[in-house]
């Protein structure tokens, strides 16, 4: 089993379309035994709060999980009911990256 | 305990002030079991050359340790004297962050 | 011994680069006591498909392994034969990033 966050402080469109891409590719290589989760804060919860095209669904039926950085929603007055039905709060996107390389996940940051 | 190694290598106010935020954000989840080094090298070292508002001062209360490549340094005819007087030099950022990951640290470029 | 990935997918030529420049620097901290791997996709394929000025033959010469992304030469209907004659092809660089940093390697995206 491989298991590894993803990075995602950005918020231009062609860059959450490359990021996502470039996980759809580690799924096709890795298969099912591959965990992900996308972990967004700052600008980068676009990926949750705006249409970013079509790749996200194929990707969450494939088990991804978008993780969305609670700060930044507080930081930016938005409730949890304006992101992604699919995605998930934590208290810190950069606390949750540090914790899961803790318990040994890889890191990634396109 | 947690550690984290965090790469800066970029001299954009608004970026080093967004990664200070990130840092401070950090402090803030994972409290006073959090160990973080800033590594800055590149243009990244401004954060210790050239005045970065007002997160600094209070992180590094917190604790953070700030390091600066010497290589930098060294690139740009600078002498450690010219850096921010807590920041510490090392010898080469990005050697840094390879010995502290393969010492179990993390790693995050925000 | 150290081991690291090194994440490239950018093209620009300056960052390009830089990032030779940075890799140089780690193997004059770290010696020969150090394995660096330099995996390109996306458009960072650049590193292994365009001229990329002077520093890439001594990294080489030094130890350097450039992996190119199947995926992207895929993707942009390059053959092998496009990319420097030293440079090896993985499946995917996202799924070798993760790969490698479960063997224990550091990971590093300047």
Known sequence: MHRTVVHLNDADPTKIQAVLQNVTNLYTALGPDLQV???AHGPG???ATEPVGE???????AGLQVRVCQN???ARGLTPDRIHPQATVV???MAHLVIRQSEGWSYLHP
Chains 1, 2, 3 share one sequence.
């Open 91 to 93: 208290p810190s996107g």
């Open 37 to 39: 989760e996308l972990v």
């Open 72 to 74: 930044t929603l507080t």
């Open 55 to 61: 790749l996200l669904p194929g990707l969450l039926e």
């Open 45 to 47: 919860i676009a990926v």
